[in-house]
C-alpha cells in the first residue's frame, strides 16, 4: 500500500520561506502528476502546484506564481514545495496528492494518492 507523508511545515513570520517535502513509500515503480493542496479554516482545498512525472512541466495557482517553486526527485519518489515571501494568507494544512502510483507491471496502478498533511502558518 502507498503512503504519501509530509514533512516541513511550521511556523514562520510573513517574509520568510519553508520548504514542504513529502516522500512516499510502498511498492512503487513509478509515480505520475503529483500536486500540493492546501486548505484554511473555512475555506475549499485548492491546488497550489503540480507538476507531471518528469518535473519538466509545472503550473501554479495565481496567488503563488513567483514565490512557490515545486520541483520533485524520482529516484527518491520525492516531491518538494519551495515557498518564499509567505503571506500570513498562505497559512493552511498542506496535502500532497499523487495522481497515480504504478507498484509494478504486474499489480494495477492506485489513483487518487492524499498525504496527511502539514500545518503552515504565518504570522504577520
Known amino acids: 500500500q502507498v503512503q504519501l507523508v509530509e514533512s516541513g511545515g511550521g511556523l514562520v513570520q510573513a517574509g520568510g520561506s519553508l520548504r514542504l517535502s513529502c516522500a512516499a513509500s510502498?511498492?512503487?515503480?513509478?509515480?505520475?502528476?503529483m500536486g500540493w493542496f492546501r486548505q484554511a479554516p473555512g475555506k475549499e482545498r485548492e491546488l497550489v502546484a503540480e507538476?507531471?512525472?518528469?518535473?519538466?512541466?509545472?503550473d501554479y495557482a495565481d496567488s503563488v506564481k513567483g514565490r512557490f517553486t515545486i520541483s520533485r526527485d524520482n529516484a527518491k519518489n520525492t516531491v518538494y514545495l519551495q515557498m518564499n515571501s509567505l503571506k500570513p494568507e498562505d497559512t493552511a494544512v498542506y496535502y500532497c496528492?499523487?495522481?497515480?502510483?504504478?507498484?509494478?507491471?504486474?499489480?494495477?496502478?492506485?489513483?487518487?494518492?492524499w498525504g496527511q498533511g502539514t500545518q503552515v502558518t504565518v504570522s504577520s
Open positions: 496528492n499523487a495522481d497515480r502510483v504504478r507498484p509494478s507491471i504486474f499489480r494495477p496502478d492506485t489513483y487518487d494518492v
Open positions: 510502498g511498492r512503487i515503480l513509478s509515480i505520475g502528476p
Open positions: 507538476t507531471n512525472w518528469s518535473g519538466g512541466r509545472t
